[in-house]
Nanobody, 123 residues
Framework: QGDLVESGGGLVQAGDSLRLSCVASGRTFRRYAMGWFRQAPGKEREFVAAVSWNGGSTRYADSVKDRFTISRDYAKNTVFLQMNSLKPEDTAVYYC????????????????WGQGTQVTVSS
């Protein structure tokens, strides 16, 4: 078993920045790919960003490309999502997730999930 715990969400204004953190414990997630997903009210959960198991590759949803950056700190067993130029449409609960490396580009295959952190962007 392993736990993923997100933090860093909050209420901000459009144009502001936030950095989300996801701390992994109880399992060595170092060899897992990590991703961030989000779910807005009344909508399905959607992929936001992913980083490969070795940190060498990243992928982003078109809606966040050039605004969000995913990174990982192996020493701290933590994954970050730096979110800049936030927009009201970024409002959602953000989830951290992990998957074996083979499936890092397949959002439906992520099988370890955190509880989520709320991000609210006001206009």
């Amino acid at each position: 078993q392993g736990d993923l715990v997100e933090s860093g969400g909050g209420l901000v204004q459009a144009g502001d920045s936030l950095r989300l953190s996801c701390v992994a414990s109880g399992r060595t997630f170092r060899r897992y790919a990590m991703g961030w997903f989000r779910q807005a009210p009344g909508k399905e959960r959607e992929f936001v960003a992913a980083v490969s198991w070795n940190g060498g590759s990243t992928r982003y949803a078109d809606s966040v490309k050039d605004r969000f950056t995913i990174s990982r700190d192996y020493a701290k067993n933590t994954v970050f999502l730096q979110m800049n130029s936030l927009k009201p449409e970024d409002t959602a609960v953000y989830y951290c997730a992990a998957v074996v490396p083979t499936f890092w580009l397949e959002p439906t295959r992520y099988d370890y999930w955190g509880q989520g952190t709320q991000v609210t962007v006001s206009s």
